[in-house]
Protein backbone atom coordinates (compact mmCIF):
# COMPACT_ATOMS: atom_id res chain seq x y z
CA UNK A 1 0.00 0.00 0.00
CA UNK A 2 1.10 3.53 -0.82
CA UNK A 3 1.48 6.22 2.05
CA UNK A 4 0.46 9.20 1.16
CA UNK A 5 1.64 12.21 2.73
CA UNK A 6 0.29 15.78 2.43
CA UNK A 7 2.31 19.46 2.23
CA UNK A 8 1.37 22.78 2.96
CA UNK A 9 2.04 25.03 0.30
CA UNK A 10 5.16 26.26 1.42
CA UNK A 11 7.28 23.30 1.20
CA UNK A 12 10.46 24.56 -0.38
CA UNK A 13 11.05 20.81 -2.32
CA UNK A 14 7.77 20.60 -3.31
CA UNK A 15 7.80 24.54 -4.71
CA UNK A 16 10.64 22.80 -6.47
CA UNK A 17 9.41 19.97 -7.90
CA UNK A 18 5.88 21.71 -9.32
CA UNK A 19 7.79 24.70 -10.65
CA UNK A 20 9.98 22.56 -12.58
CA UNK A 21 6.68 20.43 -14.28
CA UNK A 22 3.76 22.67 -13.71
CA UNK A 23 5.27 26.06 -14.06
CA UNK A 24 2.12 27.63 -14.57
CA UNK A 25 0.49 25.85 -11.29
CA UNK A 26 -0.39 28.54 -8.71
CA UNK A 27 -2.26 26.61 -6.37
CA UNK A 28 -1.44 25.49 -3.06
CA UNK A 29 -2.67 21.82 -2.87
CA UNK A 30 0.01 19.41 -2.73
CA UNK A 31 0.65 16.13 -1.47
CA UNK A 32 2.93 12.79 -2.21
CA UNK A 33 2.73 9.88 -2.85
CA UNK A 34 5.30 7.30 -1.93
CA UNK A 35 5.69 3.96 -4.06
CA UNK A 36 7.21 0.82 -3.11
CA UNK A 37 10.48 0.72 -4.91
CA UNK A 38 9.09 -1.95 -7.49
CA UNK A 39 6.11 -0.32 -8.10
CA UNK A 40 4.21 -0.24 -11.13
CA UNK A 41 2.88 3.13 -12.60
CA UNK A 42 0.03 3.56 -15.16
CA UNK A 43 -0.73 6.98 -17.19
CA UNK A 44 -4.06 7.41 -18.32
CA UNK A 45 -4.21 11.08 -20.00
CA UNK A 46 -7.82 10.27 -20.77
CA UNK A 47 -10.69 12.54 -19.91
CA UNK A 48 -14.38 12.05 -18.69
CA UNK A 49 -17.07 14.45 -17.48
CA UNK A 50 -14.26 17.09 -16.91
CA UNK A 51 -12.18 14.37 -15.10
CA UNK A 52 -8.32 14.10 -15.93
CA UNK A 53 -4.66 14.42 -15.43
CA UNK A 54 -1.74 16.02 -16.37
CA UNK A 55 1.79 14.37 -15.80
CA UNK A 56 5.17 15.59 -15.46
CA UNK A 57 8.30 13.27 -14.85
CA UNK A 58 10.78 15.51 -13.27
CA UNK A 59 14.62 14.60 -12.88
CA UNK A 60 15.14 14.69 -9.05
CA UNK A 61 18.97 15.69 -9.19
CA UNK A 62 18.76 18.71 -11.47
CA UNK A 63 14.99 19.19 -10.75
CA UNK A 64 14.73 19.59 -14.71
CA UNK A 65 11.08 18.54 -15.89
CA UNK A 66 9.85 16.71 -18.85
CA UNK A 67 6.28 16.89 -20.75
CA UNK A 68 5.05 12.73 -20.43
CA UNK A 69 3.65 14.40 -23.75
CA UNK A 70 6.95 14.83 -25.15
CA UNK A 71 8.01 11.50 -25.68
CA UNK A 72 11.43 12.36 -27.57
CA UNK A 73 12.67 13.90 -24.75
CA UNK A 74 11.26 10.71 -22.43
CA UNK A 75 13.07 8.74 -25.20
CA UNK A 76 16.66 11.09 -24.60
CA UNK A 77 16.57 10.36 -20.34
CA UNK A 78 14.98 6.47 -20.33
CA UNK A 79 15.83 5.23 -24.07
CA UNK A 80 13.99 3.21 -27.04
CA UNK A 81 11.35 1.97 -24.15
CA UNK A 82 9.91 5.01 -24.03
CA UNK A 83 8.49 5.87 -27.66
CA UNK A 84 5.11 5.14 -26.34
CA UNK A 85 3.88 4.97 -22.50
CA UNK A 86 4.20 1.51 -21.37
CA UNK A 87 0.69 0.44 -19.55
CA UNK A 88 1.59 -0.21 -16.20
CA UNK A 89 5.58 0.58 -16.28
CA UNK A 90 8.49 0.76 -13.65
CA UNK A 91 8.48 3.53 -11.86
CA UNK A 92 11.97 5.31 -12.83
CA UNK A 93 14.50 5.60 -10.08
CA UNK A 94 15.90 9.60 -9.21
CA UNK A 95 12.34 10.82 -11.10
CA UNK A 96 9.36 11.73 -9.63
CA UNK A 97 6.36 11.98 -11.52
CA UNK A 98 4.17 14.89 -11.00
CA UNK A 99 0.21 14.55 -11.38
CA UNK A 100 -1.72 17.78 -12.26
CA UNK A 101 -5.73 16.21 -11.62
CA UNK A 102 -9.10 17.75 -11.99
CA UNK A 103 -12.53 16.13 -10.83
CA UNK A 104 -15.56 17.37 -12.71
CA UNK A 105 -13.68 20.34 -13.68
CA UNK A 106 -12.52 20.88 -10.51
CA UNK A 107 -8.64 21.57 -9.51
CA UNK A 108 -7.72 18.53 -6.86
CA UNK A 109 -4.03 19.58 -6.85
CA UNK A 110 -0.49 18.13 -7.45
CA UNK A 111 0.49 14.35 -6.84
CA UNK A 112 3.90 14.22 -6.70
CA UNK A 113 4.89 10.17 -6.75
CA UNK A 114 7.81 9.10 -5.47
CA UNK A 115 9.39 5.82 -4.71
CA UNK A 116 10.53 4.83 -1.12
CA UNK A 117 14.03 5.02 -2.49
CA UNK A 118 13.75 9.21 -3.29
CA UNK A 119 11.66 10.11 -0.57
CA UNK A 120 13.37 10.40 2.87
CA UNK A 121 13.11 14.34 2.49
CA UNK A 122 9.22 13.95 2.67
CA UNK A 123 9.04 11.09 5.22
CA UNK A 124 8.27 12.47 8.97
CA UNK A 125 9.60 11.06 12.27
CA UNK A 126 6.48 8.68 13.58
CA UNK A 127 4.34 10.85 15.69
CA UNK A 128 2.93 10.39 19.65
CA UNK A 129 -0.55 10.37 19.88
CA UNK A 130 -2.91 9.37 22.31
CA UNK A 131 -6.13 7.56 21.71
CA UNK A 132 -8.21 10.70 22.60
CA UNK A 133 -6.22 12.44 20.22
CA UNK A 134 -6.10 9.96 17.58
CA UNK A 135 -10.20 10.05 18.01
CA UNK A 136 -10.70 14.08 17.42
CA UNK A 137 -8.13 13.84 14.16
CA UNK A 138 -10.22 11.29 13.12
CA UNK A 139 -13.52 12.77 13.77
CA UNK A 140 -12.21 16.03 12.31
CA UNK A 141 -11.16 14.74 9.35
CA UNK A 142 -14.10 12.25 8.36
CA UNK A 143 -16.92 14.37 9.47
CA UNK A 144 -18.77 17.79 8.85
CA UNK A 145 -18.43 20.41 11.66
CA UNK A 146 -22.39 19.75 12.18
CA UNK A 147 -25.00 18.00 11.09
CA UNK A 148 -28.07 18.08 11.57
CA UNK A 149 -27.84 20.20 14.64
CA UNK A 150 -25.03 17.50 16.40
CA UNK A 151 -21.63 18.82 16.09
CA UNK A 152 -18.24 16.91 15.87
CA UNK A 153 -17.54 16.19 18.75
CA UNK A 154 -21.31 14.69 19.51
CA UNK A 155 -21.43 12.35 16.64
CA UNK A 156 -17.59 10.82 17.80
CA UNK A 157 -19.35 10.07 21.11
CA UNK A 158 -16.04 11.52 22.52
CA UNK A 159 -17.00 13.64 26.16
CA UNK A 160 -17.07 17.53 25.48
CA UNK A 161 -14.24 18.06 28.14
CA UNK A 162 -12.43 14.93 26.72
CA UNK A 163 -12.57 16.87 22.97
CA UNK A 164 -11.55 20.45 24.36
CA UNK A 165 -8.62 19.24 25.96
CA UNK A 166 -7.22 16.80 23.18
CA UNK A 167 -8.09 20.23 20.87
CA UNK A 168 -6.18 22.37 22.80
CA UNK A 169 -2.91 19.62 22.56
CA UNK A 170 -3.41 19.16 19.15
CA UNK A 171 -3.57 22.43 18.34
CA UNK A 172 0.18 23.09 20.20
CA UNK A 173 1.33 20.58 18.23
CA UNK A 174 0.39 21.96 15.04
CA UNK A 175 -2.30 19.36 14.18
CA UNK A 176 -5.36 21.36 14.31
CA UNK A 177 -4.95 25.07 13.42
CA UNK A 178 -6.21 27.73 15.35
CA UNK A 179 -10.43 27.17 14.71
CA UNK A 180 -10.37 23.51 14.88
CA UNK A 181 -9.55 22.31 11.35
CA UNK A 182 -7.41 19.58 10.53
CA UNK A 183 -3.82 20.84 9.09
CA UNK A 184 -1.63 18.66 6.26
CA UNK A 185 0.37 17.86 9.47
CA UNK A 186 -2.23 16.12 11.77
CA UNK A 187 -3.51 14.59 8.10
CA UNK A 188 -0.16 12.70 7.98
CA UNK A 189 -0.07 12.40 11.88
CA UNK A 190 -3.08 9.78 11.09
CA UNK A 191 -2.06 8.74 7.91
CA UNK A 192 -5.28 7.41 5.62
CA UNK A 193 -7.18 6.42 8.62
CA UNK A 194 -10.95 8.12 9.36
CA UNK A 195 -13.90 7.22 11.35
CA UNK A 196 -17.12 6.70 9.64
Known sequence: MN???HLEGNDETAKLIVRASFPGYSGRKFKVEIHKNDSKFEIDLGMS???FS???FVKLD???GVNVNNMGQLTNYFGNGFNRMPTPFQMPE???IVEHSHFCG???GITIHLLEANAT??????????TLEIGVLKATRSLKSSYMGRTRQQESGIALADWNAASVTLKAKGFLNKVGAITPAGKNAIANERSY
Open 62 to 64: TMT
Open 3 to 5: TTI
Open 49 to 51: GGT
Open 54 to 56: RFA
Open 121 to 130: KFIAAPVDLT
Open 106 to 108: SDM
Open 94 to 96: GFA
